[in-house]
């Protein structure tokens, strides 16, 4: 595209920069319920005027927003009879555009954005700010009416930086550009073997070992190159509090996840006794699978687990608690004399009925602080993984209703399953919604075309599927670069699959709408 421009003369530039700014005047990501044009165009400038009602905050914010992206800066007043912004709170709407859902109306002489919430008066600022097109004197956006609601009510991005830690100011960059797509989960993977990143005061070794590590591997999961950098960083939990403000006021969730009983070396390189072996061991330096696991047999690792989700929680105010639970190596407890003794006291055959049994009784202490605890499909003892007896994974224990079961592997059938049994689900299929594979993997439009609801899926079990998430895995991005390179622009798909209905998805129209967005990101960078 840039080459294509270097080519036109001045005129036809001129006519394609038009052309594009009007497309972005009639399509939005996500793309809405419904969409009207009406005639006209509403003439934004420093004259207009904002008319906040009780939404204060949500004035407040839009004066910042059109203040940074076009450096306006707009008054705030009780009452105008032309060229001003109204924002009211409807709780009229409620039954039928939800919590989320706002009426936008564009018209010459004023703009009007209505909602049941707060948060719908927020997307409907979001939608506004993508209307808006840049003139020579003022800024001009085309007369519309839009009725918009989201079709799942569980739209995520998951980072993680167990691996690659990222840094306050780059999660709050990525929780902007969340709040512009409308996204409101933002699923934090602080905990991982080769690094833990919240601070527990309980457990200082947490970060002061397990936070760092003296190398990385370079070059692919089976390479045996090494960079020899050590690599180091962690959360305060006043910078983890600064955060959690910063994404409520973009109407965010953040979800903690904190990986039990796998994914646990660097934790047990901070306190040996938490694994079975009660050795020492460094945080590892190669990706991928590794061997150390918790010990949850013993009822003082089990006790230091509660400790950590007691700060978390106390941190977070999210509802959901993620526990992980994906890729547990049973090798360590089958060869441990002191867990199969515990195996046999409970009545517990397989490794499998072991891990529910545990997760079983996290998910217990969670619902008793009125917590909801999620996990990755594992947890409902599956064979997945090629490193894994068959024999290992046949349970007869039951996960804890209430259970939320974040699906990413296996056959799709497996959905099915967990929603006959009872259990709400997130659809986060690796093949369609892991942001480390490569655009070859998972092109634009593949990410465009991924519905959260599998093909096929009995209609009665429909509402069980919350949304889904998309994940950028760490292992492969050192710094924020490469991490923007793999985010964007399938961030606004992924978004889009969790919003639109799909009688509304069109991937022409997103791909019209997406000029914003690319518009701005290359600015970022």
Known sequence: MQKLHSLLSGGLLLLLTVTTLRLQAIHLIPQPSAVKTLPGRFNLSGATVIIAGN???????????????????????TAARHNYIRLTTDAGLLKTIGTEGYLLQVQPDHIRITAASNTGIFYGIQSLRQLIMPQEQAYAIDAVEITDKPRFSWRAFMLDEGRYFKGPAAVKRLLDEMALL???VFHW??????????????????TQVGSKRDSTQTGGWNSPTYDGKPHAGYYTQEE???IIRYAADRHITIVPEIEMPGHASAAIA????????????TVPVKFGVQYDVFNVAD???IGFLQDVLQEVMALFPSKVIHIGGDEVKYDQWKADAGVNAYMQAHQLRTPADLQIAFTNRISNYLAGKQRRMAGWNEIMGHKLHEYTDTADVSAKEKLAAGTIVQFWKGELQLITEAVAKGYEVINSYHAMTYLDYSYEEISLEKAFRFDPVPTGLDPKYQAKILGSGCQMWGEWIPDEKAMQHQVYPRLAAYANSDWAEPANKDFENFKSALTYFLQRWKTAQ
């Open 240 to 242: 983890i509090r600064d």
């Open 299 to 301: 009822p003082k690792v």
């Open 55 to 77: 939404n204060t905050t949500a004035a407040t914010l839009l004066q910042q927003t059109l203040r940074a992206d076009h450096q306006l800066s707009l008054s705030v007043k």
């Open 270 to 281: 901070a306190y040996p006794w938490l694994g079975t072996r009660h050795q020492p061991i």
């Open 182 to 184: 409308k996204m409101n």
């Open 189 to 206: 993977h602080l905990t991982d073997d080769q690094g833990w990143r919240i601070e527990i005061k309980k457990y200082p070794l947490l």
